[in-house]
């Protein structure tokens, strides 16, 4: 009996101990100019480093898509042209949002926790609460805000630069011309899809900076230790935005 | 001054701590020592707040500090300095942005000011122009230096040190504990310091605690170490071969 509670009461344990960390990371700041200061450093660094992955990653997704949709509708009797209109909704609904957070997850969200893990560790987080600095807000307001202007940003890009994929690999393919792909690009278009794709980057970028963060804040142990925080704030912040991504599209397109 | 009233501390099962009523006073130099793993660092974590007691209270003046809240707790700590047995130096700051961190949060200074002050607590311990280095490229000795500047940039009412001078030459171990003599007299701190070092227990022993398996079992002041005949405080200092031994010969020619 004990083992089948056990799981629930750790998720809840889990769960009220990140609502009071994310309580104590959204107090008003000491002093804004450093957490402003903080804030530039995190946006450069979640930002600019982060701008060549996507671009990698949303080339091949919009190159991918296109060649996957040429394949499926080839003999059909569907206009050509509809590629583009594809590949664009794709992008914008479902894999800029997606699948840009899930790689950010992996590069940005490891990297905050190994950053505050280690912090933790080498106790500059309790020197810091010496001081008495709120240590939870100064660590992670910065790097939440910072991710909320930055990463919807990058998902604007990606979505721009996976069209740009599936232009590149159509028009490669040889089955349509360029006009035909762009006339695609500009059919059927709903505002609404892009508002899906801001929420739904907005959402997941809070997540996995948030996640990543708690998971790094309360490390414990060694560099095992901290070596599994990161890799479980990837997994954790990884589960959370597919969930959170079903969910968001039950809710705005129901 | 700062007092701990029947203080316990547990770690699951495992009793760090038994009992501890003790007061430190202002401008004195408050030594605890013990064998390693007495539970000195624990303790000192319990007075700062970095650990909670199981049991117990611990005084800051008047105010019961282990009944505040998080807000009356940092503002305690405006007035706390504290050194870390592993420095805990930030490391991606050079020692100048180290020091200068506290200004920074807490004060309105201008840089000039703020530069003024750290080269004022950098001369005080002996570290002028050591101000563009990384903690990874300064020694160990000059870590906890710079550990004790910016512990005292804010001019502390508390100072706590944990074992300040390990791991450090002799002469250095010295200059280290007449700096923290040095300032707590100028400026009537009270200070505790963790040690197990002999020579700051004659040298710098205002009063002394000694800590056995986290059982307080002596207090003192240095001239009253060598005439005690508490046999834990005796096996404690005379541990060494080389001191048995002298003091064999005096007792003999005595
Ligand atoms: N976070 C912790 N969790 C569990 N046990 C702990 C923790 N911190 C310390 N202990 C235990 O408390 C005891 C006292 O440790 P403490 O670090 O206070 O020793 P110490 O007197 O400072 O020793 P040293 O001189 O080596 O620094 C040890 O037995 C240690 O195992
Ligand atoms: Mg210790």
Redesign the pocket.
Known sequence: MDFILRAPKRLLFHFGRYLLLMRNAFNRPEKWSMYWKEILRQMDDIGIGSIVIVVLISVFMGAVAAIQFIYQLDGQLIPKYYIGYIVRDLAIIESAPTITCLVLAGKVGSNMAAEIGGMRQKEHIDAMEIMGVNTAGYLIMPKVVAALVVIPMLVVFSAFVAILGGYIASVGSGELTGGEYLRGTRSFFLPNNVNMMFVKSLVFAFLLTTVSCYKGYFV?GGSVELGEASTQAVVYSNILILLADYIIAVILTG | MIRAENVY?S??E?E?LKDISITFEAGKTNLII????????????LLVGL?QPTKGKIWYSDVDFTSLGKKEVRQIRMDVGMLF?GSALFDSLTTEENIRFPLDMFTNMTSKEKRQQVDKVLERVNLEGSNDKYPSEISGGMQKRVGIARSIVLNPKYLFC??PN?GLDPKTALLIDELIKDITYENNITTVI?T?DMNSVMGIGDNIAL?YM?QLVWTGNKSEVMGSDNELLQSFIFASPFLQRLRDAALNKG
């Open positions: 414990k | 501390k770690f699951d495992n760090v013990g064998r390693s793993g007495a539970g000195k660092t624990v303790f000192l974590k650990m047995q944990d074992e390990s963790n197990h800590l986290g």
